[in-house]
């Protein structure tokens, strides 16, 4: 079946200071993956997928097949970036997403 | 534009009564899902329309939950009997068709509809 872990609930770093948010999952099929965010009292938002390579906001995130991953990064954090953070994959043909239960990171000043 | 909304923004309830939940998607788009979000926990998938016809509804928990989207653009999501089990965060989000057979359209979510059974 498919599944999206995140192993930690929360995430604590000082500002400027990298920071890596862990997602691994399990699915059978060619894998779509997402990152999304919510900002305090602020609405659930896309932050980036992997089928775009792109970076957003100074996070990147690489697909690894055979560690079965999707690990978000920054370099150097902002204290803007404390949020809740979900991965989610998407599963049959775009029908169905399965999210994680989210890490919330916290950047301290 | 407007986002999608949803209402109530609350709704508190007794055990065993019914409610119903109002998803306003974005115009024009003609996906749209609905998903429970429980304390601690990330959103849950229950169903999936595309235009007017549920295209997946394997989320939905028990024949308790019922949704509809009669004319293709605002959806109804159903419960009869609440629980308090059925108490979380009940979130709508729409999107454009996805492009190409693996290629999933942003979704663009609302606020949820927090839902209380006493």
């Known amino acids: 079946a498919q599944r999206v872990t995140q192993p930690e609930k929360l995430l604590s770093v000082f500002k400027g200071a990298p920071v890596e948010l862990k997602c691994n999952y399990s699915?059978?099929?060619?894998?779509?993956l997402f990152w999304y965010v919510q900002y305090s009292r602020q609405r659930l938002q896309l932050l980036l997928r992997h089928i775009s390579r792109e970076s957003i906001k100074g996070f990147t995130a690489d697909l690894n097949k055979g560690e079965t991953s999707f690990h978000l990064k920054k370099p150097f954090a902002q204290e803007e970036d404390s949020a809740m953070y979900y991965c989610a994959l998407i599963v049959n043909y775009g029908q169905n997403f399965v999210f994680g239960p989210g890490t919330r990171l916290s950047v301290l000043p | 534009g407007a986002g999608v909304s949803q209402t109530p923004s609350n709704k508190v309830t007794e055990k065993g009564k019914y409610v119903e939940l109002r998803c306003d998607p974005i115009?024009?788009?003609?996906?749209l899902y609905w998903y429970r979000q429980s304390l601690g926990q990330g959103p849950e998938f229950l169903i999936y329309f595309q235009g007017t016809g549920a295209a997946d509804d394997s989320g939905l928990p028990n024949d308790r939950f019922f949704a509809v989207r009669p004319e293709g653009s605002v959806s109804t999501l159903k419960i009869q009997r609440t629980e308090r089990g059925d108490s979380a965060v009940y979130l709508c989000?729409?999107?454009?068709?996805?492009?190409?057979?693996?290629?999933?359209?942003?979704?663009?979510f609302g606020p949820g509809t927090r839902l209380t059974v006493l």
């Open positions: 699915y059978s099929g060619s894998p779509e």
């Open positions: 115009s024009g788009h003609t996906a």
């Open positions: 989000a729409s999107s454009l068709p996805g492009s190409a057979v693996m290629a999933g359209s942003e979704q663009f």
